[in-house]
């Protein structure tokens, strides 16, 4: 069946760094490829998605890109805040059903 | 518009008792997903329904059921609760655009419900 891979965490960084998660899936098909993020004491809500290879999804500074030939997902951002802090999961949906990763820690420090 | 609902938020059960969980999806969304999330199996898929019908099904037992009404809203439905069913219980509502391929609909979360099962 599909699956989704995230880099383990938890990830700490200090305000304005670099941040990378990586995300690798396996699918039949041709997915949809997502980001959620949950902050804490709330749901998960949509942070960017792609639908198609190449495409880049991009919302509040964050980027991925759908890389079919390495089946990755990596998401970016360039200058991380303190309020970036939340859980990070990366999902693709095939054929109506959803297949999550198990989710990044990321704190950010001041 | 408001977003998903769900009731309750919190509930404690003991073991061999059953739970009955409710989701009121996004006013106008058709499909409704139920998501099971632990910290040592992340957020696993229950099932998904759409107009009543249970289009899909992840890898859960038997006594874990669904179903949805006219409305969209849907229930989830657990029996002979164990220990391991102690988790937070998702739902997510989505628009199924008719001219959109459905893997393209964003998936909208409620708050969840947190189950304790003692």
Known sequence: GDSVT????????????????????????????????QYPGEGLQLLLKATKADDKGSNKGFEATYRKETTSFHLEKGSVQVSDSAVYFCALTN??????????TLTVKP | KAGVTQTPRYLIKTRGQQVTLSCSPISGHRSVSWYQQTPGQGLQFLFEYFSETQRNKGNFPGRFSGRQFSNSRSEMNVSTLELGDSALYLCASSLVDSGSPISYNEQFFGPGTRLTVL
Do not use: H, R
Request: hydrophobic letters at 35%.
């Open chain 1, 6 to 37: 995230q880099m383990e965490g938890p990830v700490t960084l200090s305000e304005e760094a670099f941040l990378t998660i990586n995300c690798t899936y396996t699918a039949t098909g041709y997915p949809s490829l997502f980001w959620y993020v």
């Open chain 1, 95 to 104: 054929a109506g059903k959803s297949t999550f990763g198990d989710g990044t």
